[in-house]
């Protein structure tokens, strides 16, 4: 970004922050949370690693499955861990205390403060959290496609958290138009509106593919690192995100953490290509330099999409073991989490050895895998909800409220699912079949991320 591009948005944005909001109350200028979310996100990891084994999983540390030479070290530390782990295990009340160890925030309810990645907000965003009605904070997980007109009265209306930009949304406009579409639309409501894309490179490409925003286009993953291995990836993990937060956007739902080898494989295009191990140390590199650079990512499709066929259109069955999935699959996304990742989508795959009931993104125990086992403290986002592996799995619930149920706090949705979304998680609520505690702490997250990123 030039100079001048920079000084002109920067000067646009606080106009009309100070006309919506109030002066200076919703500046998007970048903010490197790289450092702190990684560091937040391994200290929430060692946390839950000391706990008692008690859910599906519980993650081997991921240098021992990356690198060989850290082995013994490692496993000493791991031994160590154990130990301690085991010692206070003996002593109800010092096991009670080793829980709760989480630093005290001074005005925040104590069930809050689960000593995430976005911990240091949390007070500024409890705060705002008490001011807002329950259609506002339900508002805040909705993401929704574009709609084709008359969408920041619609946000508005709905109290939309986001907007999901695709393809078509950015064609045929200069990037200085596309700047001045975004920006409009991120500050346009109370509060600003996140912007995301899916931006992998290679065949799922919204921006690459516009020679009127970027020089050439965004190679796949798989591309990139057989033309110049991890120097290519590192390059194009830099590129990528400097011209996405250049033109306004908060979060790409990428890098895809799946592993394929398989060409029959439907994600073996989008996937690296190669093992657990190399597949871990790109997404490491992807995670640290888009957010250095300002662009939230998204590791998907948890628990790992392997060789499953397409959830667009119907369900896919995941029959592969627990013992398979930890030591390949889940290896990648322990090292976005590590890596300080913002956000995880769960796919729309029915993973038997988890839940065989129900799909990943419905299902409580792959969140609880992904929460307590994993020690993701980020925000959980669906995939698509309209997806055709989702309408027969929602119990009689439409899919946003199964989603919340299932401990999603994103819900990704057409335009045209937004207000049967809100009115029936409103429903759920005032019926209490959904707690308006799991409203706040989803809530919650989301605006410490805001406030996290500097868009409030």
């Given at each position: 970004m030039s100079?001048?591009?920079r000084i002109t948005?920067?000067?646009?944005?606080?106009?009309?922050?100070?006309?919506v909001i109030s002066a200076g109350a919703c500046s998007r200028q970048p903010v490197d949370m790289s450092e702190k979310t990684a560091k937040a996100s391994e200290n929430s990891y060692a946390s839950q690693s000391s706990k008692n084994e008690s859910s599906v999983w519980k993650p081997s540390t991921i240098e021992s499955e990356i690198s060989a030479d850290q082995s013994s070290e490692e496993q000493s530390t791991t031994t160590s861990a154990a130990s301690d782990s085991s010692d206070t295990s003996q002593d109800p009340q010092i096991s009670q205390a080793s829980e709760a160890s989480v630093t005290p925030i001074p005005g925040l309810p104590d069930e809050y403060n689960d000593g995430g990645i976005f911990s240091e907000y949390y007070i500024d965003a409890y705060r705002y959290l008490c001011t807002m009605t329950l259609d506002e904070k339900i508002g805040q997980?909705?993401?929704?496609?574009?709609?084709?007109?008359?969408?920041?009265?619609?946000?508005?209306?709905?109290?939309?958290?986001?907007?999901?930009?695709?393809?078509?949304?950015?064609?045929y406009q200069s990037k200085d138009q596309v700047i001045s579409k975004i920006s409009s639309l991120a500050i346009s409501q109370k509060v600003p509106l996140c912007i995301a894309v899916d931006e992998e490179g290679g065949d799922v490409s919204r921006i690459g593919s516009k020679k009127e925003l970027s020089p050439h286009e965004f190679l796949s993953p798989r591309e990139l690192y057989k033309n110049g291995g991890m120097a290519y990836i590192q390059t194009?993990?830099?590129?990528?995100?400097?011209?996405?937060?250049?033109?306004?956007?908060?979060?790409?739902?990428?890098?895809?953490?799946?592993?394929?080898?398989?060409?029959k494989d439907f994600m073996y295009k989008r996937s690296l290509g190669e093992d657990a191990k190399t597949t871990a140390e790109f997404v490491r590199i992807v995670t640290e330099l888009s957010q250095k650079r300002g662009v939230s990512v998204t590791l998907k499709h948890f628990p790992g999409y392997g060789s499953n066929s397409d959830t667009h259109y119907g369900s896919s069955v995941d029959t592969r073991t627990l013992e398979e999935l930890k030591k390949n699959?889940?290896?990648p996304f322990e090292a976005g989490i590590k890596a300080g990742a913002h956000f995880v989508m769960v796919s729309h795959n029915i993973v038997n050895c988890i839940d065989e009931d129900k799909p990943a993104s419905l299902s409580e125990k792959v969140h609880e895998l992904l929460r307590k086992d994993?020690?993701?403290?980020?925000?959980?986002?669906?995939?698509?909800?309209?997806?055709?592996?989702?309408?027969?799995?929602?119990?009689?619930?439409?899919?946003?409220?199964?989603?919340?149920?299932?401990?999603?706090?994103?819900?990704?949705?057409?335009s045209g699912m937004i207000e049967d979304s809100l009115s029936s998680i409103r429903a759920a609520v005032q019926s209490g079949k959904i707690s308006e505690d799991t409203i706040n702490r989803s809530a919650l997250r989301i605006l410490a991320w805001k406030y996290a990123k500097g868009m409030m």
């Open positions: 100079k001048y591009s948005r920067a000067a646009a944005v606080f106009a009309l922050c100070a006309a997980m909705l993401m929704s496609g574009l709609p084709a007109e008359d969408e920041i009265e619609i946000a508005r209306e709905n109290h939309l958290g986001g907007y999901l930009m695709f393809g078509n949304d950015f064609a194009d993990a830099d590129e990528k995100a400097t011209l996405l937060h250049e033109l306004g956007i908060d979060v790409n739902l990428a890098p895809v953490c799946d592993i394929s080898t398989n060409k699959d889940l290896v994993m020690g993701f403290t980020g925000l959980i986002i669906t995939d698509d909800l309209s997806m055709g592996a989702i309408s027969k799995y929602a119990g009689g619930e439409t899919p946003a409220v199964a989603a919340v149920m299932a401990g999603n706090d994103i819900m990704i949705i057409t």
